[in-house]
């Protein structure tokens, strides 16, 4: 039995080599267990005096092995430590309040704007017949311009049926709501849902648009011109050059389209406008005599104007969003540039 070989081997051994040794030594059929079992067969004398020294044999090994095993429990402690160690001054994750929907926001700016030059809220339905969203309003069944706007129909078509119903494709079923009840003068708004059968980069399925409306004795196209140039300079906040170009729609006579200066390039051409200068901004026009005439109002007393916009539109020329869907496909990310905070810090 080497115990000076031993007692020099502790000191740098590893955690199996440790107990190697222990067993070696100490175990129940280890060396040192060995002798001191032996100690029965000598003389009382000499078993004293070997006895005497097998203990402080056992000692030093029990000693240095409890050392050594300490020693390494520390180094395994302090590994696993300096592994695990968080750095506390790493900036913590963000957390994030819930903002209002950039095309939210767009409606309630656009409300506002409206608001401010006399135009109250008008109401009409999403659910809507085929009478409110095209007949009405001077798109008499088999009209051509009826195919301009893919309809989602509720119930199929019999010739005997009183009602059609569909999901309205416009929010111009808010001008005949408002012709048969409310008496002129007036200024109305109807801002909401339309759905059409559409899906590309520029048409979702469900849209919003805001329609407006002005009748009221004596009004022409100039005061038309004049409001929608200050609803565009209220919306943008800052004042644009417009211009209008001739156009069709059933039921405004005459008819056009309203196109702004770029507000990407300021008129000088961009990939956004198509290097025109221009964007095109909402249709209009002084309201058509048939549709005055559902409203019951003597078209030789009577005018107005009305116009329509999409708000998605107005919204991407507003934020300069490229892709109409980025508003639908819910990516925070995208969502938390735009709009308002949800509740203000207190
Ligand atoms: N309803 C039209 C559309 O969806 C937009 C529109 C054009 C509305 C001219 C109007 C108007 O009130 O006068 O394309």
């Known amino acids: ?25 100490l175990g129940q059929k280890g060396e040192l267990t060995a002798q001191m079992q032996a100690l029965g067969k000598l003389e009382p004398e000499a078993r004293k005096a070997r006895g005497a020294e097998l203990n402080v044999i056992k000692t030093q090994l029990t000693e240095a092995i409890s050392a050594r095993k300490t020693e390494l429990e520390t180094e395994a402690l302090n590994a696993k430590l300096a592994e695990e160690a968080i750095d506390v001054t790493l900036p913590a994750d963000p957390t994030y309040n819930g903002r209002i929907h950039p095309i939210t926001v767009a409606m309630e700016d656009i409300a506002s704007a409206l608001r401010s030059l006399g135009f109250t809220h008008a109401y009409g339905p999403e659910i809507e017949t085929d009478d409110y969203n095209f007949t009405k309003l001077n798109l008499p069944a088999h009209h051509p311009a009826r195919q301009d706007q893919d309809t989602f129909y509720l ?15 416009q929010t111009s079923n808010v001008q005949i709501r408002t012709l048969e009840t409310v008496k002129p003068p007036f200024r109305v708004m109807g801002i909401g849902r339309v759905y059409r059968r559409d899906y590309d980069l520029t048409h979702t399925p469900q849209f919003h648009q805001v329609e407006g409306m002005m009748v009221e004795a004596g009004t022409n196209f100039s005061h038309m ?17 417009t211009r209008m170009r001739p156009h069709y729609f059933p039921f405004t006579e005459p ?15 961009c990939r956004v406008c198509k290097q025109t200068g221009w964007l095109e901004v909402l249709g209009c026009g002084m309201v058509h005599r048939n549709v005055l005439a559902v409203g019951g109002l003597d078209v030789a007393e009577h005018q107005g104007f009305a116009f329509g916009a999409g708000v998605e539109r107005l919204a991407m020329l507003k934020y300069g969003v490229p892709d109409l869907r980025l508003f639908y496909e819910s990516h925070a990310a995208f969502l938390r540039q735009f709009g ?3 509740i203000s810090a207190a």
């Open 1 to 25: 039995m080497d115990i000076q070989t031993a007692l020099s081997q502790i000191p740098t051994a590893t955690t199996e080599a440790l107990e190697a040794l222990r067993i070696q030594y």
């Open 155 to 169: 119930n199929p078509f019999k010739a005997e049926a009183t009602e059609r119903y569909l999901l309205r494709t």
């Open 225 to 241: 011109r004049g409001v929608l140039d200050e609803f565009l300079r209220l919306y943008f906040g800052k004042p644009l050059k």
């Open 255 to 269: 008819s056009a389209e309203m196109d702004m200066e770029c507000l990407f390039c300021k008129g000088t051409g």
């Open 340 to 342: 308002k905070p949800a």
